[in-house]
């Protein structure tokens, strides 16, 4: 199943590099966070200043997200962020499950001392907000030898099915070369997967 819902995905979306309609620049047009870092160099200013290249040259695959601001998950205005993980490899296509359940375990070091280096960086990362990275490697032992990353994602409201965060897999794009990356807005999502989320609101 999730695996054809990945094929329509890429499939509706398009290859790169993309060229997209007014109509179609207009929907993935978003404007900045409010509370978006006034230092130019954080990493969130780069993410959404690259969010137009994302798009458009993006490689379309699974997210699985690790922790979202909890207003992600409210019905509200702002825009927040999230973390996530996501893989190149095609094996995720249809076990998008196994990232899930990967995140789950890097969720649970969050705030805690590990004696591995490795995990205790995503303990330190996932108890501050404002540290977003945008491709961390996840420690091999943790996936079962596959290639992994761990990024940071804005959640834009007006890109989901209801304007906030209902399930922890999303269809993502993500850029080759920066790693940055975005969810894909549910305009090129399947039926059945919109089916999906409009059955977990009610």
């Not at 019905?75 to 990232?99: K, M, Q, R, T």
């Not at 959640?155 to 850029?175: A, G, S």
């Amino acid at each position: 199943m999730y695996g054809e819902y990945m094929a329509h995905c890429r499939t509706a979306f398009g290859a790169p590099r993309r060229q997209f309609s007014r109509q179609d620049v207009a929907l993935l047009q978003v404007p900045p966070p409010r509370w978006l870092p006034q230092d130019g160099r954080h990493e969130m200013h780069f993410l959404f200043q690259g969010l137009p290249w994302v798009f458009a040259e993006g490689d379309v695959r699974w997210g699985a997200i690790v922790q979202a601001n909890k207003t992600c998950w409210v019905e509200g205005i702002e825009d927040s962020g999230a973390c996530l993980l996501h893989s190149p490899d095609p094996f995720f296509d249809e076990n998008v499950g196994l990232l899930h359940g990967f995140g789950r375990q890097l969720f649970e070091t969050k705030g805690r001392f590990t004696k591995n280096p490795e995990l205790q960086r995503f303990a330190d990362i996932l108890g501050n907000e404002w540290e977003s990275p945008t491709r961390l490697p996840v420690p091999r032992f943790l996936t079962e030898g596959r290639d992994v990353i761990y990024t940071t994602i804005y959640v834009f409201r007006r890109h989901l099915p209801l304007p906030y965060l209902l399930e922890p897999i999303v269809p993502i794009v993500v850029h080759p070369n920066t790693g940055h990356s975005a969810i894909l807005p549910s305009a090129w999502w399947p039926q059945g997967l919109i089916d999906e989320w409009m059955d977990s609101a009610r």
